[in-house]
């Protein structure tokens, strides 16, 4: 049923609901599960950012939208050919509270912001026929190798030979530098290593860069957790010196008045540790 309405949906509505499906359109997608199927579901709100987004003006042919009530409309305009339905969602539908939550359609379908909704509509499917037709040539050429013409299945050869030369040497640099930092430790500590952003995430050339550097720990400026533990130990030793009197030292205000005393001498229950 929602196929052969959304057959029979206007071309700009279509469109609008291949823009929001989207990457391009920002629209933040969950899975929930209905009927026992996993299923892609958003937030109204979510879609009504979308078409009043930049990326959204940029698209031609699409209906113009400069307010949130025109964007509701057009909205309320694609949910009527079952693009995407107007869903409940519910509790988790596993044991765990991380599972996908449970959707239910709702019977009256209508647009608003803080309302669900499940898609049912996969958009646009080229990339995913593209992909299909480039497996099937990959195995279909490695198939047929053996008919193709020597000067090709000598390239081949020769690309393949290059590839494992590349890995080869790759490994080859990282047991010499490990075996050299081993050395290092021991003759020189902290130890050295050579490019030592080899395996960091940075492009090439960063990867060589520097040749070698010192194995030097970086600082961490981390709150040590005993502190308070210190700080209460520290009172009860006070507590132990002091005969069970904590003593408590005080600015003084330079008043006359006896409560203003440069020490405060409070009694305490002796505390058994």
Known sequence: MSMEQQAKAPPDMKKVAQFLRSGSAGVKVRVGALNGKRIDYFKGKSAVKALLSPAYAKQKNLPKIT??????????????????????????????????????????????????????????????????????????GGVMFPLWPPTMRLGVWYLSMGMLGLIGVFFAIAIVRLIFYILTVIVASPGIWIFPQLFADVGFVESFIPLWEWDVPKKKSKKKKGDKHKDKSSDVDKLKKNGGAFVEDVEDSGDSRPQSRAAKVEEVEDEDD
């Open 67 to 140: 307010t949130e009530t025109e964007a509701q409309t057009v909205l309320n305009a694609v949910n009527a050919f079952t693009f995407f339905l107007r869903v409940q969602r519910g509790g988790p539908s596993g044991s765990s509270s991380s599972s996908p939550k449970t959707l239910q359609i709702i019977q009256e379908q209508k647009f608003a912001p803080d309302e669900y909704y499940a898609w049912f509509y996969d958009g646009s499917q080229w990339t995913t026929y593209a992909g299909g037709i480039l497996m099937v040539a990959i195995m279909l």
